[in-house]
């Protein structure tokens, strides 16, 4: 399996073009996506159509929920409490501009999403399965690791959140943060699992 994962995207559909073009001239056919598909970024309707144009599987993201959420007057008003002001004005200018079928695609992406590709076991979260905003480090806790892992039951994790990009095996499981696509330079993670042993590749543009 050869597998391209990207998250964070935040709205910025150019730079997530360029990187779906890297992905292509490197001639990689599965793509997954880890969440925060939109965000700071001003893009969100490009960024949603591109996503759903080339099929991408993935799963809703922090960012994706509550724009998703900002339909409903109750809880606008509790994100407007919940969140930074500059999250908030963010949020605001996202869901003003989605139409309203990139809303719905956002609030029905799945928390967490499992795949089989080429017999690998494939799990994918925006944080963690306790929730996406409880993210993994790469230096955290080893035991933090080992609950995910007896959790989600794959042989490689991707997740995304906290935006820096790693790898990390335990007991036999790959995990992998991707990186931000919306970050400069953008990141995304090529997972490579046809030699021994596995192998992950970060591409910065």
Not at 14 to 26: N, P
Not at 74 to 86: F, K, M, Y
Request: proline letters at 5%.
């Amino acid at each position: 399996m050869i597998l391209a994962a990207i998250g964070d995207i935040d709205g910025n559909a150019r730079v997530l073009e360029a990187v779906l073009a890297d992905i292509d001239a490197a001639g990689i056919q599965t793509i997954v996506h880890v969440g925060d598909c939109v965000g700071f970024g001003t893009e969100p309707n490009e960024t949603v159509a591109l996503l759903r144009a080339r099929v991408v599987p993935g799963v809703q993201g922090d960012m994706d929920r509550r724009a998703a959420r900002f339909a409903r007057k109750h809880a606008r008003e509790t994100l407007r409490a919940e969140c930074a002001p500059e999250v908030f004005d963010a949020l605001q200018r996202t869901y003003d501009a989605l139409r309203s079928e990139h809303v719905e695609y956002l609030a029905g992406l799945p928390r967490e999403r499992r795949l089989t590709v080429d017999a690998v076991a494939v799990y994918l979260c925006h944080g963690s399965p306790n929730g996406q905003d409880a993210g993994l480090g790469e230096d955290d806790d080893p035991r933090r690791f080992q609950r995910f892992r007896e959790v989600a039951q794959a042989d490689v994790i991707v997740m995304g959140h906290t935006r820096n990009p790693f790898s990390r095996l335990v007991d036999g499981t790959l995990f992998v943060n991707p990186g931000a696509v919306a970050d400069s330079p953008a990141c995304y993670a090529v997972v490579d699992t046809e030699a021994e042993p596995w192998s992950v590749t970060f591409r910065r543009l």
